[in-house]
């Protein structure tokens, strides 16, 4: 019996033949258009790179190419290379690309509910096509819409009280990105001996369907950072807002391209893998999307005077 198992072990550790193969070259484009993210302008940017840079994995530039939008009715803009921060915050390590950008007339052209057709001509000849219908229009409904005379709107909360933000349904949108920049945090919880690492902390939440359009603020912030955020940080943030800090929060409804792409660390609404939405002479992304913002602050003086309350 002994020598039986000692054969079946010997057996299962025997190494197999297994063929590589060598990864293509191919071309990445990551196109977006963004209206209503206050306050930066409504834009349209296309971030193209080479997936691989010899054997090292490292992506490069795609200089030199044609990138146009058309909306149906015959409208075109064209877009213009510009800084990679344009198109994006960080790049890995070694890679990089090469940004276009479009602002100039895109809010006044371009609108919710626009079907718009992506074409990219590479400086080889190498074409790569998409389409994406811009989700609908949407408001949000804290603070209560004609509360507010600035944009974008503020209002004041309670301190240590929850408050739960809603919005109307986008047309057409498969999800919403809820994302806040909190400030004051460090300030505000040092005498309670909470340690606050990151000044303002940025926390992202997600509601994965176009009928969730709620989001409690700001205790659902920060699904995906909850093993790297100080616990008693986390657990404060459930009571709500401490007095003195302030968050800015975001929503944004996504349409289908968009979150069938955009994914990370934890982030995925649709699945593991990334599905492109564009096709012929290489891959990626024409997604776009309709934003919307609100400040919520705690400090009745400032910044926050006359502001209406958040809740109504």
């Not at 603020?217 to 800090?245: I, M, T």
């Not at 599905?275 to 309709?290: A, C, E, Q």
Request: net charge negative; charged share 20%; glycine share 12%.
């Amino acid at each position: 019996m002994a020598l039986g198992a000692a054969v079946i072990a010997t057996a299962a550790c025997e190494l197999q033949e297994i063929t590589l193969v060598e990864a293509d070259d191919v071309v990445v484009a990551e196109a977006y258009v963004q209206l209503g993210f206050a306050p930066t302008p409504d834009h349209a940017t296309a971030f193209l790179h080479r997936t691989l840079e010899g054997a090292t994995g490292a992506s490069r530039p795609v200089p030199g190419a044609r990138v146009v939008i058309t909306r149906r009715d015959g409208y075109s803009l064209e877009m213009a290379e510009t800084e990679v921060g344009n198109c994006v915050r960080s790049t890995p390590v070694d890679g990089t690309g090469t940004c276009y950008w479009a602002e100039d007339g895109v809010s006044y052209r371009i609108h919710s509910g626009d079907t718009l057709d992506l074409e990219i001509t590479l400086a080889d000849g190498g074409v790569i096509r998409g389409t994406t219908v811009i989700p609908g229009d949407f408001t949000l409904l804290t603070p209560p819409p004609g509360t507010y005379d600035v944009f974008p709107p503020r209002c004041l909360q309670e301190p240590s009280t929850p408050l739960e933000l809603r919005w109307t349904r986008s047309a057409g949108a498969w999800a919403y990105v809820d994302e806040t920049f909190l400030s004051g945090l460090r300030d505000a919880l040092e005498p309670k001996g909470i340690p606050v690492e990151n000044d303002p902390l940025y926390l992202l939440g997600v509601s994965v369907s176009a009928q969730d359009t709620t989001i409690v603020f700001p205790g659902e912030f920060g699904v995906f950072d909850r093993f790297e955020l100080d616990q008693a940080l986390a657990l404060e943030l459930q009571k709500g807002l401490p007095g003195g800090a302030s968050g800015r929060v975001t929503i944004t409804a996504a349409d289908r391209n968009y979150v069938n792409w955009i994914r990370g660390g934890n982030f995925n609404p649709s699945g593991q893998v990334r599905i492109p939405s564009l096709r012929g002479d290489g891959t990626g992304v024409f997604g776009s999307s309709v934003t919307r913002a609100v400040y919520v602050l705690t400090d009745s003086t400032g910044p926050a005077a006359g502001a209406p309350p958040c809740g109504g």
